[in-house]
């Protein structure tokens, strides 16, 4: 309308503007730029120069936008309930170790003009560092089975708390008894899976985990790494300690590629962003054997049948899966009113394709928790509410007990003073 008044002292000029149609749904991974179009985050930051010098190459990303879609609804559901500082979600292709979603809460919408608040920016899923609590255990138990020191039908006395170097190791709730290997799993018992570490030594230990790449920066395509944090002097009560996941803090992405790792058949495949990169993960290093992992199969979905993962169930998709409940540390030690809970799960645990982790930073207990903000009652409905919602979306068809148990044999275990016939995966 102004051009069409003629004026000759008007004058029109063309320019670029960086739009991102996906809003704050995939801010973290995809970053933002600047006025002039240089990154300043995410994979607009990490792929800068490429991106400037070959404007008309495009840069796929592995995500599935109607994955990440979900895992942000349903972990903005749970932020809203619980109330937490933070929360993280994750989604990885097991078989390629292509990331599927990444959630960071709260996150920014890069369209927006303006100060965006420092927390928002925080990538919590991959730059922050964090004592993880019971998942660790999953590590633990696979070392020890890996190593020898331990079978499914051994156990450890877990009837006293552990005394060591002057700290007291207690479990949250204590069965205060001998335990099989698969109850100290499924009942989460600190005492256990300390007893356990100790009896691999601290020396295997370390090297186990620098095998997992848990102890060095993840090498994912994003400029927001954390560098893991870890005792340099590993002493006794260090091993104890990571046994159940304290003094010893990552982020969340490297959890997810570690516990991967150990239930695909034990190799050890880099996360990735990239599509590109996915085409590269088809082999790996082996870090555990296939006897293991076939193990911690087990373990894990019968975490989810008997321990603190029942929430997280999804009948037909046979979920896997470990909790974890971690006390933050304060100014004068661990507070026991600042905890970080946490489930990863993996479905469908028979021949697992998907793991599916949630995070919530400091939650909240609500009546229909019990007032209880563990990893069992706040993050793992998060990810059976994922799960449940994600499966139809790629055709996997609910199947019944009986049809999975008769294509695979069968473990015998002892739980809680009985035999059971736990599927072998």
């Known amino acids: 309308a102004v051009n069409a008044l003629g004026e000759p002292g008007f004058r029109f000029l063309e320019e670029q503007r960086r739009i991102y149609p996906h809003g704050s749904l995939v801010a973290h991974a995809v970053g933002y730029g600047k006025i002039d179009n240089r990154g300043l985050g995410g994979l607009e930051l990490?792929?800068?120069?490429?991106?400037?010098?070959?404007?008309?190459?495009?840069?796929?990303?592995?995500?599935?936008?109607?994955?990440?879609?979900?895992?942000?609804?349903?972990?903005?559901?749970?932020?809203?309930?619980?109330?937490?500082?933070?929360?993280?979600?994750?989604?990885?292709?097991?078989?390629?170790?292509?990331?599927?979603?990444i959630v960071s809460l709260p996150d920014f919408n890069p369209n927006e003009d303006g100060k965006v608040d420092p927390d928002a920016l925080f990538n919590r899923a991959t730059l922050g560092a964090y004592e993880m609590g019971s998942t660790f255990k999953i590590f633990t138990t696979a070392m020890a089975l890996e190593t020898g020191v331990t079978t499914l039908q051994d156990g450890f006395d877990a009837t006293e708390p552990l005394r060591l170097s002057g700290k007291v190791i207690k479990d949250f709730h204590g069965e205060a008894r001998w335990l099989s290997v698969p109850e100290i799993f499924i009942h989460s018992s600190n005492i256990g899976s300390a007893k356990m570490a100790l009896a691999v030594g601290g020396n295997m230990q370390r090297e186990f985990l620098t095998r997992l790449r848990l102890?060095?920066?993840?090498?994912?395509?994003?400029?927001?790494?954390?560098?893991?944090?870890?005792?340099?002097k590993w002493r006794e009560i260090h091993t104890a300690t990571i046994g159940f996941g304290h003094g010893i803090a990552v982020s969340p992405a490297q959890l997810c590629a570690g516990v991967a790792s150990l239930i695909n058949g034990g190799l050890w495949r880099p996360l990735t962003i990239l599509v590109e990169n996915e085409k590269l993960n088809l082999t790996g290093d082996r870090v555990v054997s296939r006897a293991t992992s076939r193990?911690?199969?087990?373990?894990?979905?019968?975490?989810?049948?008997?321990?603190?993962?029942?929430?997280?169930?999804?009948?037909?998709?046979?979920?896997?899966?470990?909790?974890?409940?971690?006390?933050?540390?304060?100014?004068?030690?661990?507070?026991?009113?600042?905890?970080?809970?946490?489930?990863?799960?993996?479905?469908?645990?028979?021949?697992?394709?998907?793991?599916?982790?949630?995070?919530?930073?400091?939650?909240?207990?609500?009546?229909?928790?019990?007032g209880r903000a563990t990893g069992g009652w706040t993050a793992a409905p998060v990810v059976g509410h994922v799960i449940a919602r994600i499966g139809p979306m790629i055709g996997i068809k609910p199947e019944a007990e009986a049809a999975v148990r008769g294509r695979f044999g069968e473990t015998v275990i002892k739980l809680d003073g009985d035999e059971i016939r736990l599927a072998a995966y």
């Open 46 to 101: 990490a792929f800068d120069e490429r991106l400037l010098a070959f404007p008309d190459k495009p840069l796929t990303t592995s995500i599935d936008l109607r994955f990440q879609h979900v895992m942000r609804e349903e972990l903005a559901r749970a932020v809203l309930v619980h109330q937490p500082a933070g929360a993280v979600g994750i989604i990885l292709d097991i078989a390629s170790g292509g990331l599927l979603a």
């Open 215 to 232: 102890l060095v920066r993840s090498q994912l395509e994003l400029p927001e790494l954390a560098r893991p944090l870890y005792p340099r």
């Open 295 to 370: 193990a911690m199969r087990q373990l894990l979905r019968l975490a989810v049948t008997h321990g603190t993962g029942r929430k997280a169930e999804v009948p037909g998709y046979w979920v896997g899966g470990k909790t974890g409940t971690a006390e933050k540390v304060g100014p004068k030690g661990y507070d026991r009113t600042k905890i970080l809970s946490s489930f990863v799960g993996i479905f469908p645990i028979t021949a697992p394709r998907y793991l599916v982790f949630a995070m919530l930073d400091e939650p909240k207990g609500t009546p229909a928790t019990q």
